[in-house]
């Protein structure tokens, strides 16, 4: 039965149910394990106070995300998979306008950051 997303617990369904799908993906699973490697339980904690923050307000995560993804070999089909998997998580679990939240931002972080590896791996090669 899909549920708004309104406690902590909502978000680490959402988040712990996402990157299983993602461990399972065989563009993603590699890229994300060659880097995370035995810290999932960290990084997990991570993504939940940053959807914590992001989604329900409540200030517990502080930081720059994009620091952690600026040197990963990734291209747009990675980001658009990455999307396209968090949207399909959220739309199997999840309803209402913090879903529809989560999925607008997820859209948004995933352009952004694919603009400054672009733009980082550009500005490598005039170097």
Known sequence: M????????DIQQMVDSFYAKVREDDLLKDIFENVIKDNWA?????????WQT???GEHTYSGSPFMHHAKLPVERKHFDRWVALFVENIDEQFIGAKASEAKLRAGSIAEIFLGKIEYNKSFEFLM
Do not use: D, M
């Not at 960290?42 to 940053?50: A, C, G, M, N, P």
């Open 2 to 9: 899909k549920r708004e997303i309104e406690t902590i617990e």
């Open 42 to 50: 960290v990084h997990l904690e991570k993504i939940y106070r940053f």
């Open 54 to 56: 992001v989604l329900l």
